[in-house]
C-alpha cells in the first residue's frame, strides 16, 4: 500500500506468529475441513469456529507468555526476592495478572485473522491455493480489502 495508507497486519503480531509455528490452525482446519467449508458451526457454547478452535488449541497444549507478562513476572520475582515493601509486591502482583489477562484475550483479539486462516486452510486442502486466493483470501484479508477501495477510489470504512 501507498505511504499514506497504513494497516497493521495480524502476522507481525508475536501471538499470531506463534499460533502460525504451532501448526495448529492447520491441524484444526484439517480436522473440520468440510464443516469450516459449509460456514459457521451450529450455535453452542462455541460459536465460531475461531472459539472452537481457541478450545482446540488450549486442549492441544498451547500456550502463550507475552514479554509483558513476562517482563511483569520479573518484575514480580525481584520484588518479593528484594522484600520490598507489601505495596510494591501488590501492584507487582496486579500488574502480573493484568498482563496474564491480556494475554488470555488474544484468541479473541485475533478472532477474525484466525476465522480467516481456518477456512483459507480448509479451502487450500479441498480446493487447492488458487481457489483459497479467491474464496478467501482476496475476500477476506483486511489489507487486500483495504487496496481494492483504494484502487476503487471508495472511502475507507
Not at 12 to 40: C, N, R, W
Not at 51 to 56: G, L, N, S
Not at 137 to 147: C, F, G, T
Amino acid at each position: 500500500l501507498s505511504p499514506d495508507h497504513y494497516l497493521a497486519l495480524p502476522e507481525t503480531d508475536p501471538f499470531v506468529g506463534m499460533l502460525e509455528v504451532s501448526l495448529l490452525l492447520s491441524k484444526f482446519a484439517h480436522q473440520h475441513q468440510d464443516e469450516i467449508i459449509a460456514g459457521p458451526p451450529p450455535l453452542g457454547p462455541e460459536s465460531s469456529w475461531a472459539e472452537q478452535f481457541a478450545v482446540f488449541a488450549s486442549a492441544s497444549g498451547f500456550s502463550y507468555t507475552s514479554a509483558r507478562t513476562e517482563a511483569a513476572l520479573a518484575v514480580l520475582v525481584t520484588a518479593r526476592l528484594e522484600r520490598y515493601s507489601q505495596q510494591v509486591i501488590s501492584s507487582a502482583e496486579q500488574l502480573f495478572q493484568l498482563s496474564q489477562q491480556r494475554d488470555n484475550g488474544l484468541f479473541h483479539q485475533h478472532h477474525d485473522y484466525i476465522e480467516m486462516r481456518l477456512r483459507q486452510e480448509a479451502f487450500t486442502r479441498k480446493f487447492g491455493t488458487r481457489e483459497a486466493y479467491a474464496r478467501v483470501v482476496i475476500q477476506e484479508r483486511p489489507d487486500i480489502r483495504l487496496a481494492a477501495e483504494i484502487l476503487r477510489g471508495k472511502p475507507r470504512s
